[in-house]
């Protein structure tokens, strides 16, 4: 999964690029900078790579969540229907935007269920956003089609997904804005950085403005030209960031190939365990194949595998107790930790947290396993792999 484990001269020598001209800034310094835009040459990238019409990089994935809703119209008391198997930083996004988080239930595909989005949409549901997790897609035509129905924006976080379609479209288009995070650990990294595609123009460069405190970018050379049509903040990415991520992204179509490779073998060895079933993938020919996710038939049991795959070394992530990404043990949410005082319209708005039933998610994520994918294994770490995961269900 992890784009680090394939670092190379590639990267070396686009940090160089950057490095030699001193240019650290991605715009402007014309004449310094030898004729490298990194980020520029990034966002153009990630458009051939996802077919979007437009592309524009952030500071990390959580800022091109906050630039997507900022350029969407997202705001004040707005409630945004989201997973409660997610990162933290999609409801945090939410709220920072003075957004209302609603938590809908997830299905077999480990992502919102389409089909349960009609319990939680309000008179005041402005926006929903579902989450691509572990490298896979989501029913996402079936949630559109139920977005579209009721007059909601759909934004997708791809943080995770990236290289990831749904017959044949990347995830990340399908709504009115797309966002990818090349944070630390992700399929392609740079550092920080996060990245923000659509195929509206209006979204583009709202978002383009947004992250560059309101810069129209129309000034030419000179910054200090630029009008300022929006208020905004500071979410760019920098040239070194950008010079990392465009390398990586160069090597997307092999991190992809190597992936799959290896998840398939995994997968077809445990394809014979009888109490195994896998996680509902829509499309698997656009899976991106990050994690190996499956369930057991119980809690119990599966905390009893999960045990013994630690204990040989071939430990999975059992997301049920994980602090970071399932909605039980979000305490700071649930206790409404805030360093500053909430904006009014959103003290009256928000739910109690504590509340949130979620029968069908619990009972999914109790018996979820996901494997992590490395790059880096070999044909015989693979097969030792499979020897200590069919150990770890015999015992
Ligand atoms: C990583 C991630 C983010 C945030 O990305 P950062 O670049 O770390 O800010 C958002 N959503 C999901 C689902 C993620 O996995």
């Known amino acids: 999964m992890p784009g680090f484990e394939i670092f190379g001269e590639e990267e070396r020598k686009s940090v160089t690029d950057v490095l030699d001209t001193g240019v650290l800034f991605r715009y402007g ?24 019409g437009y592309s524009h990089l ?13 350029a969407c119209g997202i705001g004040a008391g707005d ?99 797309g966002c990818f995070s090349f944070d630390a650990v992700k399929t392609v990294t740079c550092g920080e950085g996060g990245g923000i595609i659509t195929n509206e123009k209006e ?22 030209a630029d009008d300022h049509p929006i208020i905004g903040t500071n979410f760019r990415i920098s040239e070194l960031n950008a010079a990392v991520g465009l390398a990586q992204l160069n090597k997307l179509d092999r991190i992809l190939e190597i992936q799959r490779k290896n998840k398939y073998a995994l997968k077809n060895a445990m394809a014979d365990i009888p109490e195994v079933t896998f996680r509902y993938i829509p499309d698997a020919s656009g899976d991106s194949a990050t994690f190996l996710s499956f369930f057991l038939p119980t809690e119990d049991r599966t905390r009893q595998v999960a045990e013994k795959l630690a204990e040989n070394n071939v430990g999975c992530a059992y997301w049920y107790d994980n ?32 509340k949130v039933d979620l029968p069908e998610s619990d009972n999914i994520m109790k018996r979820t396993l996901s494997m992590q994918i490395m790059l880096s294994w070999t044909q015989k770490d693979i097969e030792d792999r499979i020897e200590s995961i069919m150990k770890s269900f015999k015992e």
Not at 29 to 52: M, N, P, Q, S
Not at 210 to 219: I, K, P, T
């Open 58 to 70: 952030c500071s990390s994935g959580t800022a091109a969540l906050s630039t997507a809703m900022a």
């Open 79 to 177: 409630e945004v229907i989201v997973p409660p198997f997610t990162f933290v930083a999609t409801f945090e996004a939410v709220m920072n935007a003075g957004a209302v988080p609603v938590f809908g239930e997830i299905d077999e595909t480990l992502c919102l269920d389409p089909d349960r989005l009609k319990d939680v949409i309000s008179p005041r549901t402005k926006a929903v956003i579902p989450v691509h997790m572990c490298g896979s897609m989501a029913r996402i035509t079936e949630i559109k089609a139920v977005c579209d129905a009721n007059g909601l924006l759909l934004l997708e976080d791809a943080c995770q997904s990236l290289g990831a379609t749904f017959q044949g479209k990347a995830v990340g288009t399908f709504g009115l804005a």
């Open 203 to 224: 979204v583009y460069l709202k978002a383009d403005q947004y992250a560059d405190h309101g810069h129209d970018h129309l000034g030419g050379a000179d910054r200090g």
């Open 29 to 52: 310094f014309e004449g310094a900078r030898k004729g490298h835009f990194k980020a520029l040459e990034f966002e153009k990238k990630l458009c051939e790579v996802t077919g979007a």
């Open 323 to 354: 602090n970071w990404h399932y909605l039980k043990k979000w305490h700071h949410l649930k206790q409404m930790k805030r360093s500053a005082k909430l904006p009014v319209e959103l003290c009256d708005a928000l739910p109690d947290y504590n």
